[in-house]
């Protein structure tokens, strides 16, 4: 009797607030680490599969079983993106490397979703400033890294790693820098005007002064056994795959 196979879907989630716009510091949020699994294949255990998300060629977050139990591993993104007492300046970017290793047994593909989008000083997302404007410095030429444009959004990017991940091995980092366009300067809300005898004192208010930009990364993983039912069944894509194990997007 032919045997049913199920996969598994092992997915990394990790968010953090990032840095207050002008001259404000930079704040973050403690990364948020989830790990969920449909079914597995039948040659596979769901212990087999580990992820991690790296920093500047840290490791932020993590999820892994060590033989026993699964051990999570959570801090905090954009923390060293400052120095103490520093400003953000517009237009400057920050060193941002992302990465993603695998820290599981078996070798798997991975994906990743990043989200980038601006909130006002109440917390509250605005839709109306452009998540563009968040601009992240994305190093796909020769690293094996792909964006699924077809996916992607002006909040949302996609990214695959083409080529199988190796047990113990980290991929190129898909992202080098963080920069917030200085266009975000330029809209000014309020400008007052204060005369004292013979001189003038002017003051801007900028219209998003005391905003966040949020950058949140999505890491999950796939086995190789079976790839191309196994991709389909958990990110919901047609890929092909070579001799070699590298992915082609359909």
């Not at 930079?26 to 991690?52: F, Q």
């Not at 920093?55 to 932020?60: A, D, L, P, Q, S």
């Not at 080098?176 to 309020?190: G, H, N, S």
């Amino acid at each position: 009797m032919k045997k049913k196979a199920y996969l598994m879907k092992p997915a990394l989630l990790l968010s953090a607030s990032a840095a207050l716009l002008l001259l404000s510091t930079v704040g973050s949020t403690r990364a948020a680490l989830t790990y969920y699994s449909e079914n597995y294949a039948v040659e596979v255990t769901v212990s087999s599969i580990g992820v991690s998300l790296l920093e500047n060629g840290e490791t932020v977050s993590s999820r892994n079983y060590d033989g026993s139990q699964w051990k999570e591993s959570t801090g905090e993104l954009l923390t060293g993106m400052l120095k103490e007492g520093e400003a953000i300046v517009p237009g400057r970017p920050y060193e941002e490397s992302l990465s993603v290793a695998n820290s599981g047994a078996i070798d798997s593909y991975v994906r990743v979703n990043l989200y980038r989008s601006w909130q006002d000083a109440n917390g509250e997302t605005d839709t109306m400033l452009s998540p563009e404007l968040i601009d992240l410095s994305l190093n796909l030429e020769g690293s094996g890294w792909v964006e699924d444009t077809s996916a992607s959004t002006p909040e949302r990017l996609v990214l695959y790693y083409t080529k199988p991940l190796l047990s113990g091995q980290a991929a190129p980092a898909f992202c080098d820098a963080l920069r917030i366009d200085p266009a975000v300067a330029t809209k000014v809300k309020e400008t007052t005007v204060e005369e004292h005898g013979d001189h003038k004192t002017i003051t801007t208010t900028y219209a998003y002064d005391g905003y966040q930009l949020k950058l949140e990364a999505e890491v999950d993983a796939v086995q190789t056994h079976n790839a191309q039912d196994a991709i389909k069944s958990a990110w919901g894509v047609d890929v092909e795959v070579g001799a070699d194990g590298t992915l082609r997007l359909r």
